[in-house]
């Protein structure tokens, strides 16, 4: 520092010794200044320059947003450009923009999420330490007087500056000089952006949370019982915070894997059985191991709006009524005597999903509610279900139910114990039915281990390894009793 001053007072003692000619010469000498740099241009776009919108859905709450703009002034060089309008639950680290004017016409130099927005308590406390005026209203002049005050803390609520006191819960309102300029009103995202032409036309894609869907269905039964029609709806409920006008809809369906980990969160049945099948609203393919809906027509988004559209129409599917009795793997573990054991009958209905039974579109998961015509031919409604996402050809199952007026009473007959781990049982159940019809009833019985019936009443069938079962009719206002002996070895 010493050497560098000292220099420097030599240089000025020299300069002023120095001739006059000398001076005049050195004045002359042409001095380099570097180009003053353009000054930095700001661009806003907002809904009003989309050209284009498409949202694909997925059933895990969020959604992939694409957005084509288009920028007819944003200039050429070093430009700031504010995209104004897209969703509050943002994920920003999934932001991507891309010039579609041309190859390297648009390069990225910063990207931003602005997400401070204008709020009472946002803008309060921006203005601690600063000017407000205060305004109190006056019953009986019917006016207000304004204070001029300076705002010194709003923990606890605000505490003014007053004509040189101080003062807090003041009664008027809060009135401020201008909004601050890191407050916005809206989630803004804000590239620094090194451009090529002045006019771009440019995609922008992100991910947002809190948007999702999932599927509903109506199945209304024929008085037999045996045929059924099924319509389908997809709701879609839109909570980003954005509204998506004539937008290009896709909906997935599967189980698609995320990486699960603290992501900041930016936030503030009708139809008719035998009635004409409508289009089909949505089209079907196949997207990796999942299911991909889209919507054959636009459609408009709202922000905080549930929409529902058709998904499927079929009628006259056909279907099968069952009623199963199942009971537990620990029963044939241990002596239970021979107390009456009242069960409930489930009931159940199946169809297949497949083109043969007018059907045949993979199904996404949802609720399926029943409904069956009473004598006056009002649908009433009798039991729902969830089914998961159903593949073609594979076989829907949807539980009703209990059944009132089929009964089932269990009895276990003996027991003996067949050295640690396995037993020998002998057991009746009987099968009370009051209807007016004949039904049939589907016994289940899984042991948990090795088993043999060594002798029964009604033939017994293996399903697998670990269950057997009976399919019993039953007349009406009938009773059955099914007996059988069944040796278990479950270790």
């Known amino acids: 520092m010493l050497r560098k001053s000292f220099s420097g007072l030599i240089l000025g003692c020299a300069l002023l010794t120095a001739p006059p000619a000398a001076l005049a010469q050195q004045k002359a000498a042409p001095v380099a200044v570097p180009a003053a740099k353009p000054a930095q241009s700001t ?3 907002t809904e009003t320059d989309r050209k284009k919108v498409s949202i694909t859905v997925y059933n895990g709450n969020f959604g992939l947003v694409r957005e084509v703009r288009d920028l007819p002034d944003l200039g050429k060089g070093q430009v700031s450009l504010e995209l104004r309008d897209v969703a509050a639950t943002i994920q920003p680290e999934t932001v991507a923009i891309q010039s579609l004017t041309g190859a390297g016409s648009l390069s990225v130099l910063e990207q931003n999420y602005r997400f401070d927005l204008l709020t009472p308590e946002k803008l309060t406390e921006k203005f601690v330490g600063r000017d407000v005026r205060l305004y109190r209203y006056h019953p009986q002049t019917g006016k207000e007087d304004k204070v001029d005050a300076k705002l010194l803390s709003t923990v606890g609520g605000p505490i003014y500056e007053i004509n040189g006191e101080l003062t807090f819960g003041y009664p008027g309102r809060l009135a401020f000089s201008e909004l601050p300029p890191n407050l916005i009103a809206k989630p803004t995202l804000v590239w620094l952006l090194e451009s090529q032409q002045p006019k771009q036309s440019v995609e922008v894609t992100y991910m947002a949370n809190e948007m999702n869907w ?10 037999a019982e045996k045929k059924a029609g099924l319509t389908g709806w997809v709701t879609l409920v839109n909570n980003t915070g954005a509204s998506y006008k004539d937008a290009e809809l896709k909906l997935v369906a599967g189980d698609v894997n995320r990486v699960q980990r603290e992501v900041a969160q930016y936030r503030m049945e009708e139809g008719r059985m035998g009635a004409a099948k409508a289009a089909p609203s949505f089209q079907e393919e196949g997207l990796l191991e999942y299911h991909m809906y889209t919507l ?3 459609t408009t988004v709202l922000n905080n709006e549930q ?3 058709t998904l499927l129409d079929a009628d006259a599917i056909g279907v099968e009524k069952k009623l199963i009795l199942s009971s537990q793997p620990y029963w044939f573990h241990g002596n239970h005597g021979r107390n009456k054991n009242v069960q409930k009958i489930g009931v159940f209905l199946d169809f297949q999903n497949s083109e043969k039974n ?23 409604f009798v039991g729902e279900d969830a089914i998961d996402h159903t593949p073609r050809d594979e076989k829907v199952r949807v539980k009703l139910g209990e059944a009132f007026d089929v009964v089932a009473e269990r009895k276990q007959m003996s027991w003996s114990a067949l050295g640690s781990c396995g037993s020998e049982s002998e057991w009746e159940i009987e099968l009370r ?3 007016d019809e004949a039904v049939r009833v589907l016994i289940e019985e899984p042991t948990g281990g090795e088993w043999t019936v060594s002798k029964s009443s009604h033939p017994a069938t293996r399903r697998d390894a670990s269950t057997f079962t009976f399919d019993v009719p039953v007349a009406k206002r009938a009773n059955v009793k099914v007996t059988y002996t069944v040796r278990v070895r479950w270790c």
């Not at 999932?214 to 008085?223: G, K, P």
């Not at 949802?366 to 006056?376: E, F, L, N, P, Q």
Request: proline content about 7%; glycine content about 6%; cysteine-free.
């Open 296 to 298: 054959q027509r636009p």
């Open 433 to 435: 039915n009051h209807k």
């Open 43 to 45: 661009k806003v776009s």
């Open 358 to 380: 007018r059907l045949g579109m993979p199904l996404p998961k949802g609720t399926v509610r029943v409904y069956k015509a009473d004598k006056s031919g009002a649908r009433q």
């Open 307 to 309: 929409k529902q559209v």
């Open 214 to 223: 999932h599927a509903d269905y109506v199945l209304v039964l024929d008085s």
